[in-house]
């Protein structure tokens, strides 16, 4: 790549650019592989975006139709159907995973977020949905619940690559690390090729941001009208320093020599949800090597449009952000407490988008055009 556009800047700077969105117009249009084109070198995908791909639109008509003849049941047209778009982007994908000797062009999909309390059933879901799609490039979502932990160990353990999501905890994420370094010592204990066994960790951002300054806006003072929109900051520059910590520790370093690929930081939820931010806020602010910053496409375009890259904005800045977690506790507003009901709130939204692309699938095999009816 050259440095033509703030993606390319990215790409230079060690970030790489993925798209969180996906589905069959992207991919039928050839608009995906004209944003691999751009720089895009990775997918993720979650419950809400599948259930707002199936409501526009009619592209999904087809395979519902043929479904609805089949007998298929609710839950396993939504398996084929989002299995089927996961697999043909994972294609699309696959020859930058092949130039990036498996680093990136990866695609995500999740397990059945009505799992996240159930490390058992969360595994088992994994398991299926990595036989189902059978490609090399996939990466498994699993939620970063305390029941995903040891669900992400096995996982990986048996080689399945994970995207472990909906982190938003110092905490939570110390634990996912060493969930991810349990299960690549396990999977090179069974002696397999630890190479292609892939890793990121979603560290979500704005929705930080979005929880604390209606908290600092109730305040009202000088100092916390100051402190708006720089929590959410502040609290991914420690998770990237809780994660230079791991990488500089004597367990990965075996594992490392041992061929092992690190887990990624992968910055989610990065797309701006208060106007007066610039829209490209949590991508120039979180640019340092090695880390993924996935992006909704109106993000995408806007850093694309306008970005101004000004080099790594993390590196260095652990204690700057400490002390400004502190000044927020000072105020009365704990973190802990804020991303632990985040975490809760993110599961209920998953849950709900889920039932949501149910219920649409389930309308969608109801009016499937019958067998030789006019389409």
Same mark, same amino acid.
């Given at each position: ?23 069959? &117009? ?17 997918? #993720? ?16 008509? &087809? ?90 160990? =096995? ?9 472990? #999501?909906?982190? /938003? ?13 349990? +299960? ?18 979603? /560290? ?6 979005? =929880? ?37 520790? $004597?367990?990965? +370093? ?5 061929? =092992? ?45 306008? *970005? ?7 590196? +260095? ?12 506790? =000072? ?11 985040? $975490?809760?709130? *993110? ?16 309308? +969608? ?11």
């Amino acid at each position: 790549m050259t440095s033509s556009t703030p993606l390319h800047q990215l790409h230079d700077a060690g970030v790489a650019v993925w798209l969180d969105d996906l589905s069959r &117009e992207l991919l039928r249009t050839g608009e995906l592989a004209r944003l691999v084109e751009r720089g895009v070198v990775g997918v #993720t995908t979650n419950p809400t975006i599948f259930a707002s791909a199936l409501t526009k639109g009619n592209a999904y008509d &087809e395979q519902l139709a043929e479904l609805a003849a089949a007998g298929a049941s609710v839950d396993e047209a939504v398996v084929q159907i989002t299995t089927d778009d996961v697999r043909e982007a994972c294609d699309v994908l696959r020859p930058v995973h092949d130039a990036t000797q498996g680093v990136d062009g990866r695609v995500s999909i999740e397990v059945d977020p009505r799992l996240a309390r159930d490390t058992e059933g969360t595994l088992a879901s994994a398991r299926t949905l990595w036989s189902t799609i059978d490609r090399p490039n996939l990466f498994i979502k699993i939620p970063a619940t305390v029941e995903g932990l040891p669900a992400i160990a =096995a996982a990986l353990a048996e080689g399945i690559s994970v995207n472990v #999501t909906l982190i /938003f905890s110092l905490q939570r994420y110390h634990a996912v690390l060493d969930a991810f370094v349990e +299960g690549l010592e396990r999977a090179r204990a069974a002696g397999l090729d630890l190479a292609p066994i892939g890793s990121v960790a979603s /560290f979500f951002v704005s929705r930080v941001d979005a =929880a604390i300054d209606p908290r600092l806006d109730a305040i009202g003072t000088a100092e916390a009208d100051e402190l708006r929109g720089k929590a959410a900051l502040a609290n991914a520059r420690l998770a990237y320093g809780v994660y230079q910590d791991v990488v500089a520790g $004597e367990r990965w +370093g075996a594992l490392a020599a041992a061929g =092992a690929r690190p887990q990624r930081p992968l910055w989610a939820s990065t797309g701006v949800k208060d106007p007066r931010y610039p829209d490209t806020l949590y991508v120039e602010d979180l640019v340092v090597a090695g880390s993924v910053n996935t992006m909704p496409g109106k993000t995408l375009d806007a850093v694309e449009d306008h *970005g101004v890259l000004r080099g790594d904005t993390v590196t +260095g800045l652990q204690e700057a952000s400490a002390a400004l977690l502190d000044r927020l506790e =000072a105020l009365g507003i704990s973190v802990d407490e804020v991303t632990e009901h985040l $975490e809760v709130e *993110g599961l209920e939204k998953f849950e709900a988008s889920w039932t949501e692309l149910l219920e649409t699938v389930e309308n +969608g095999l109801r009016d499937a055009p019958t067998a030789g009816a006019d389409r």
